[in-house]
């Protein structure tokens, strides 16, 4: 299995509740990235990772959101108190370049739906 | 500001038709690669395609080819002899090396039979 996996593929969650999305990029894939997206639109950008350290998080919505990548392979976002308006596909994305690299090639995988009644 | 604007919501066409998907994007940078990718209904992005800003060379691979044009600022999508396979949706995206990548809003296309 060579591509980015995502666990679970689907979570549903009442409003109020914690989420952990997991993503497994490519071994030894320095960049990680990840993206939101809502319904008919496309992805948007949530934060990036060169390998442990998070040196982009302006994409992310709200201080419920947080992301980790303690060793640098498995990334982990999580959502606190989720609302309805988090329902969204949430993508991963690992690249072996560095971001601002413009020949930056991003493997995506299938992602997480999320769903918040 | 990075924009991607792709004008087309969604397209259907009949199979063997040929058809054209639109993406227009705005950058103040001169240096920026543009993207396709195809998501597919099993949700996962494919790429398709990387033009860097200095390679105004159109490019065919197979039945798709990719018209890139600065001067307008555009980089379109055609796919000739559309399969019922090709249902997707289509982004067109930007990375222009001092922001995240930035994609559109995407077109769904279906292929009827």
């Known amino acids: 299995g060579a591509g980015v996996s995502q666990s679970p593929r689907y979570k549903v969650a009442k409003r109020g509740q914690d989420v952990a999305l997991r993503c497994d990029p490519i071994?030894?894939?320095?960049?990680l990235f990840w993206y939101q997206q809502a319904l008919g639109q496309g992805p948007e950008f949530l934060t990036y990772f060169q390998n442990e350290a998070q040196l982009d998080k302006s994409g992310l919505p709200s201080d419920r959101f947080f992301a980790e990548r303690p060793e640098g392979s498995v990334s982990t976002l999580k959502i606190q108190r989720t609302q309805q308006e988090d329902s969204a596909v949430y993508l991963c994305?690992?690249?072996?370049?560095?971001?601002?690299?413009?020949?930056?090639?991003?493997?995506f995988g299938p992602g997480t739906r999320l769903t918040v009644l | 500001a990075q924009k991607v604007t792709q004008a087309q919501t969604e397209i259907s066409v009949v199979e063997k038709e040929d058809v054209t998907l639109d993406c227009v994007y705005e950058t103040r940078d001169t240096t920026y690669y543009l993207f396709w990718y195809k998501q597919p209904p099993s949700g996962e992005l494919v790429f398709l395609i990387r033009r860097n800003s200095f390679d105004e060379q159109n490019e065919i691979s197979g039945r798709y080819s990719w018209n890139f044009q600065k001067s307008t600022s555009s980089f379109n999508f055609t796919i000739t002899a559309s399969q019922v396979v090709d249902s997707a949706v289509y982004f067109c995206?930007?990375?222009?090396?001092?922001?995240?990548?930035?994609f559109g809003k995407g077109t769904r296309l279906s292929v009827i039979a």
């Open positions: 995206a930007l990375d222009s090396g001092n922001t995240p990548l930035v």
């Open positions: 994305a690992s690249s072996s370049s560095l971001a601002g690299e413009l020949d930056n090639e991003q493997f």
């Open positions: 071994s030894g894939h320095v960049s």
